[in-house]
């Protein structure tokens, strides 16, 4: 079906490219300029910040409570940005509208950001929280069965990365992974998927965009053949948690997403690839107000129920 009427005429709004440098520094001011006020945000339980300590430093989290319990299953949750941009702000709608719908407890990450930090610095981040969040039970008020983890764009990069790493040291304590539109193949060759040509313009992520996007994240150090980097690659997907991916008609992401999934059936992992028909890249978090868009969440939380 065609791009959906709202986010075709919020694509017509958007300004022509000019052709000049990438700057990590203003695109991320940009961003965090347009994050309403707390005030305007979907209300929930509790929000407070707090410190990850673990064993590769200290992570800023921030954590979302749905209601009052004596215990929480948790979903710890990576925003997207590319590796060098998004933040607390910019995916805080999310984490709140994922605690709401799922009545977990939601620990959001402030993971370190390319290019500043070289890789695998984000990716540390977001390991080593998993596991605090499973070594710190009480503090959480962890109910010792539900960890997921799920993540936008390269935050289900992130995920499809984290859960690799925890499979290979046997932390076998992520129950769920979840991945939004994710970012799974950093080789950006234009014939490795039919979508990346398909939807390689006018949708908002462009295919001719993803090299210049990422290339921050290679210039900290990434690796795009390896599997840390471009989870896809990995071969053996065997024993890997329960996943759902979500994918979007109309971004140049989506076959390797779906693929993703495939082999993850093909591997034994109870996998559910659902594709929104009229999104784009993104829709989680810049269009989750349409209502077709919204039962992503709802979406979300039936999963977690069921499996």
Known sequence: MTIHPKIAEFLKSLPEPDGSPLDPVAMRAGEN???????????????REATAATSSGDVPVRIYTPAEAESYGVLVYFHGGAF?????????????????????E????????????????????????????????????WDGRTLAIAGDSSG????????????????????????????????????????????????GLE????????????????????????PIKREDLSGLPTALIVTAEHDPLRDEGELYGKR??????????????????????????????????TETAEFLRRS
Do not use: M
Request: proline share 6%.
């Open 106 to 141: 939601v620990v959001a990450v402030d993971f370190r950001l390319a290019p500043e930090h070289e890789f695998p610095a984000g990716l540390e981040d977001c390991y080593r929280v998993v596991r605090w969040v499973a070594e710190n039970s009480g503090e959480l008020k």
């Open 33 to 47: 300029a347009q994050v309403p006020p707390v005030a305007d945000r979907l209300p929930i339980h509790d929000v």
């Open 207 to 230: 295919t001719g965009i993803l090299e210049p996007f990422n290339a921050f994240y290679f210039e900290s150090g990434a690796d795009r053949s390896d599997p840390l980097v471009s």
């Open 156 to 203: 289900g990069n992130f995920v499809a990365a984290v859960v690799a790493k925890a499979r290979d040291d046997g932390f076998d304590r992520i129950t769920h992974q979840i991945l939004y539109y994710p970012s799974l193949d950093l080789d950006f060759d234009v014939d490795r998927y039919p979508s990346l040509r398909e939807n390689a313009e006018g949708y």
């Open 264 to 297: 993850l059936q093909e591997a034994g992992v109870n996998a559910t690839v659902s594709r929104y028909d009229g999104a784009n890249h993104g829709f989680v978090q810049h269009f989750s107000w349409i209502p077709e868009f919204q039962r992503v969440f």
């Open 84 to 104: 060098f941009s998004g933040s607390l702000e910019t995916h805080d709608h999310i984490a709140r509208s994922l605690a709401k719908e799922t009545g977990l």
